[in-house]
């Protein structure tokens, strides 16, 4: 789609995909995967998970706010809508996952280490849990435990968003206030006090 910006503008069929891939390599699965572990939990005594703010890079900025019932995409300020339906792209949770990313060559493309285990945070119904990812392998589900061992369930309405960063992004919780500078009274006082000398000379 010439209308987008590479590399977001390359499309495919799924059946088209798996058949391509067939000609080459076994597509074949021992059972259907399972992507998250689903469910109803507590959410009682978690903090406040109704913002987020991610600095990838100098011109990319990314935040997800809880509005409405739903978790809503600001790219660079910008409200993330679907082209075709006009309406906000929303979920009903957020994972925060934290894992190693390197460089692989000149333009840019992302080795992201996915085997083992790290940080994580998951944001739903407005509050914020701090989880554990495991992974054991390629094909393996990745697992999220909370402090007490237990594993995460998600809702099963609505997308679930993974948004990916590296140890080295800076990640906000809460809105940054900016204050402005206030002005220096003591020196206007002093300039006052000059000026009253000079008048009763």
């Known amino acids: 789609d010439q209308t987008r910006k590479a590399p977001h503008n390359l499309y495919g069929k799924g059946l088209g995909l798996v058949k391509y ?24 005594g978690e903090d406040l998970g109704d913002y987020l703010k991610i600095n990838y890079h100098g011109n990319y900025t990314l935040v997800i706010k809880y509005e409405k019932g739903a978790y809503h995409r600001y790219m660079n300020g910008i409200l993330h809508i679907d082209r ?15 894992a190693a990313m390197k460089t692989v060559d000149s333009i840019g493309r992302q080795e992201i280490s996915f085997i083992g285990s790290g940080p994580a ?15 054991d392998s390629p094909r393996g589900k990745t697992i999220y435990k909370d402090a007490n061992g237990v594993e995460y ?22 809105p940054v206030v900016e204050k402005k ?19 009763s000379k």
């Open 21 to 44: 891939m067939s000609k080459r390599i076994s597509m074949k699965v021992d059972k259907q995967p399972l992507l998250f572990s689903y469910g109803n939990r507590e959410t009682s």
């Open 153 to 174: 369930l998600f809702p099963r309405e609505g997308q679930i968003w993974v948004q990916v960063v590296s140890p080295n992004h800076k990640i906000f919780f809460e």
């Open 121 to 135: 945070y998951i944001l739903q119904n407005g509050r914020r849990t701090k989880v554990t990812w495991y992974k």
């Open 84 to 98: 075709e339906t006009k309406e906000p792209l929303s979920a009903s949770a957020v994972v925060l996952q934290v």
């Open 181 to 199: 500078p206030e002005a220096k009274k003591t020196a206007a006082k002093s300039t006052a006090a000059v000026k009253s000398a000079s008048a």
